[in-house]
């Protein structure tokens, strides 16, 4: 009796000992798993809306900027049920995008993307068909001379016809955004396709003026609210007239597309489309399997440069105009510079290195202008660790420029236009690290150096030429400098007069 009575005090004080273990052992590996795995803060969010009440949709940038001051700079926010953690200030998107840029090197494909692209194409794609076609468009566009003299040539012709186009408004006020769009989308289309168009030509025309209203669309509230809740696609009419313009100008393309076929010389080619389609020839006849060289990818490719090339860089060179017309006494010292070291010849890239403070003006309409606020979303390829924050494998994750290029422990007046932020004390230019406007890493930009010589010589052309003022009546102080968000961000709809100089 007293031995089973201290054999069944031992299975007790065993079962305890066992009970206690599995449960320290649980408690212990839940937190450690729960620290292991802290996630980015962010504020409370609200059931099915997450936080949309707490972000202004219109100026979604500038919200997340304001609410990375409070929860740091690797938070998270929902759309809906949609999670994103943000990444704000230079160091931060820097070390993502750069040290991590395998980890968050892919695109967030969202339903308004995917319904554009199918998966296709540069800008919205990922895994092979993406690295593919990446790979080929950078060196297609330097076949053709991409930050070579080939393209300077083609930029400079652009000027010639964009500076006539100018002067026949003889000074009166008018509102710049189709001409210079027009003038982008050209040097495009010669890469694109060999020809440029006349500033009136409809094909010109609906391919522009479309695009643009598709990349204001892609910023609306509405076409937000889409990708959280796709269903509701064919209730909202942004949704239907994005999809139309789509189809518009995909159908416009494939036109040119098979005009180009016809005349095809697989020997000589003229463009970005003749060598796609000499290297799906190849492909074909070498039997190669699942190739990406197919038309959805050419079709695609072809959209997503121009639609990428222009409205970006169309709208930097309109916030240069307008800044310049804004603030004279800037105006007034690049037009000396540009006297002094150009004359009234043309200004070439290799100018460019001679004219400081010009250069230094440049990059700050570029740093204020901040055309592409939140860069376009990433997804995160794989579960990361990130500043000790855990974040899962498929989440979007927004590297927010707009936090880079108005960090305030990166520029001395992140508020204000001020080239000096690229000038050192002898008035030499300085390249400043926090000058991200086109992204880095994985999918950093790819048009960068062509979109940064076309600002060059189109503003520089311009500005020899022209004197910008703001329209009879209207004072420096009145010009309105709000943006108007959408892919890109371009000033809102304004007019400036361009004064003959001679
Ligand atoms: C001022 C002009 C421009 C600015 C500010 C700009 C900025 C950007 C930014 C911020 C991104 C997103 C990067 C990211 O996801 O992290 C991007 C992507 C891209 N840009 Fe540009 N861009 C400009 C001009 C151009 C031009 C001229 C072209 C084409 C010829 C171009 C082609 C592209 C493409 C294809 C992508 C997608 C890259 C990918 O997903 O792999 N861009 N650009």
């Not at 440049?362 to 606020?373: D, F, K, L």
Request: charged letters at 25%; hydrophobic letters at 40%.
């Amino acid at each position: 009796m007293l031995e089973d009575l201290s054999q069944s005090s031992t299975s007790v004080s065993l079962l305890v000992a066992v009970v206690g273990l599995l449960v320290f052992h649980y408690f212990y590996s839940s937190l450690s798993s729960q620290e292991m795995r802290k996630e980015p803060p962010g504020p409370t969010r609200l059931p099915l809306l997450g936080n949309l009440l707490q972000v202004d949709l219109k100026r979604l940038d500038r919200s997340l900027f304001d609410l990375s001051k409070k929860y740091g700079p690797v938070f998270t926010v929902y759309f809906g049920l949609q999670k994103v953690v943000v990444l704000a200030g230079y160091r931060t998107v820097r070390q993502a995008l750069v040290d991590h840029a395998e980890e968050f090197g892919d695109r967030e494909v969202t339903p308004i993307f995917y319904d554009v692209n199918k998966g296709h194409g540069i800008i919205f794609s990922n895994g092979d068909s993406w690295k593919e076609m990446r790979r080929f468009a950078l060196t297609a566009l330097k076949h053709f001379g991409m930050g070579k003299r080939i393209t300077e040539g083609i930029i400079i012709e652009e000027c010639h016809y964009l500076i006539e186009e100018l002067e026949q408004l003889e000074g009166k006020a008018f509102n710049n955004t189709q001409a210079i769009s027009y003038a982008i989308s050209n040097v495009l289309a010669t890469l694109m396709f060999g020809k440029r168009y006349e500033y009136g030509d409809p094909v010109l025309q609906t391919l522009v003026d479309k695009d643009h209203e598709a990349v204001h669309l892609f910023g609306t509230a509405s076409i937000l609210i889409y990708n959280m809740f796709p269903w509701l696609g064919p209730f909202l009419q942004n949704w239907k007239d994005m999809m139309a313009i789509v189809r518009g100008n995909k159908e416009i393309l494939k036109n040119i597309i098979a005009d180009l076929k016809e005349t095809l010389n697989p020997e000589m080619h003229r463009c970005f489309a003749d060598l796609f389609l000499t290297r799906k020839i190849n492909v074909e006849e070498s039997e190669i399997k699942d190739s990406h060289y197919h038309d959805e990818n050419l079709v695609s490719s072809v959209l997503d440069l121009l639609a990428a090339g222009t409205d970006t860089t169309a709208s930097t060179l309109q916030w240069g105009l307008l800044f310049m017309a804004k603030y004279p006494h800037i105006q007034d010292q690049v037009q000396e510079e540009l006297s002094r070291v150009v004359g009234s010849r043309q200004v070439r890239v290799e100018d460019r290195k001679n004219l400081p403070y010009t250069d230094a003006v440049i990059h700050e309409i570029q740093r204020m202008g901040n055309v592409s606020p939140t860069a376009i979303p990433h997804k995160t390829t794989q579960d990361v660790t990130f500043q000790g924050y855990f974040i899962k494998k498929g989440t979007t994750v927004f590297p927010l420029l707009t936090s880079v290029l108005y960090d305030e422990s990166e520029w001395e007046s992140p508020e204000t236009f001020n080239p000096s932020h690229f000038l050192d004390k002898e008035g030499k230019f300085i390249r400043r690290e926090a000058f991200l406007p086109f992204s880095a890493g994985r999918r950093v930009c790819l048009g960068e150096s062509l979109a940064k010589m076309e600002i060059f010589l189109f503003f520089t052309s311009l500005l020899q030429r022209f004197r910008f003022t703001p329209a009879p009546g209207v004072t420096e102080e009145e010009l309105d400098l709000s943006p108007v968000v959408g892919l890109a961000v371009s000033p809102a709809p304004h007019k400036l007069c361009a004064v003959s100089r001679e």
